[in-house]
């Protein structure tokens, strides 16, 4: 195993450039539940040191932020690069190095974020240099955010700035991890808590309580029937390699003992849906059925039991961009198709609130992301340098 302090790389080799970037990524820890100012902060100084534009949008405490760096002009419609700066946390033992040390081994880098997503940040640091000394005939916006990996949080900020430039981008590239494929649509979430409230007492005296486990069993059952309702009724996007949305309970917690008839239970669950429904409101619906066919009964035996639901986070889906003006003009660079994914990107909210057409094209697989000893292929950030670096040539030629 190598530390990326011991390598050395030529002063020509973007990869290397890349990896050194991505090595300096990894350093901050910017698991979601931590600052990631010192991070925002290092690549706006390198990044406006290089003449980008810098903004950089906090969030109320401002110990989190987002950043947007503009190259080339600002009376045409652009290009964005995109990426979240923080990772899920990494405290599992199977780790074999320091997750935020970045070390090679094999040709491949190793490091909490090395796929998901910093790799593509360093990638779009690598070629800003290029973005810097060319004559751009449209701009680039470089777009790095908080908090994506707990419900793309920080991204609204972004695409409503960028909505409300004079000229808006008119195209998308996130680079989440796909192998380097074009990405062309990506399943929305809307995540649930249930806290149900019965009664508690001695289970020999059941009849005579509100048993929170068994009312949250028939609301999970609800859930259930909508899930296999999406399953079997559709929509359809045959893209996808689960072709519908999909309703399921992920967790369940309740009861205190064998003998106690339980007054509180709690459960979590999702409605993964695909562009074109309105998931919001077939989430209400749902919620409509189970307050009227199983939460009143409960509050008919025992005022002040029943069941309140929390919404944890939500994200749109990220429709079709395909045959969109921003689409066609960069179409002869994109990589080869590599279909649609049912995991989140903040691709949908770009589109949704931005209005702007996104596609996901990054390096790295999403089979490495979330896990222990997470790695990107240096082979993978060649490809990726090479794509931005095309779109770079592209726009530094006379307005395409």
Known sequence: MTLLSEMSFASDDLTGKAAEHLAKLISFDTVSRNPNRPLIDHMADYLGDLGARITILPDETGAKANLVAAFGPKDTAGVVWSGHTDVVPADEPEWQSNPFVAEVRDGKLYGRGACDMKGFAACAMAVAPQLAAAKLSRPVYLCFSYDEEVGCLGAPAIAEYLRQLPVPPEFAIIGEPSMMKLITGQKGKIAMRAHVTGTAGHSSFAPEHVNAIEFASKAVERISERGKRYEMEGPFDQDFTVAHATMLVTMVQGGVATNVTPDSCEFTFELRSISGMEPEQDMKSLLEDITCDIVRPMEEKIPGTGIRFEQI??????????????????????PAWGGKVSYGSEGGVFEQIGGIPS??????????????????DLEQLGECLRFLGKVVEFLSEPTP
Not at 359 to 376: R, Y
């Open 313 to 334: 986070f939500s994200y749109p889906a990220m429709g079709e961009a395909r045959n969109t003006t921003g689409f066609n003009r960069y179409a002869h660079l994109l």
């Open 359 to 376: 596609v996901i094209v990054g390096p790295g697989s999403i089979e490495q992301a979330h896990k222990p000893n997470e790695f990107v």
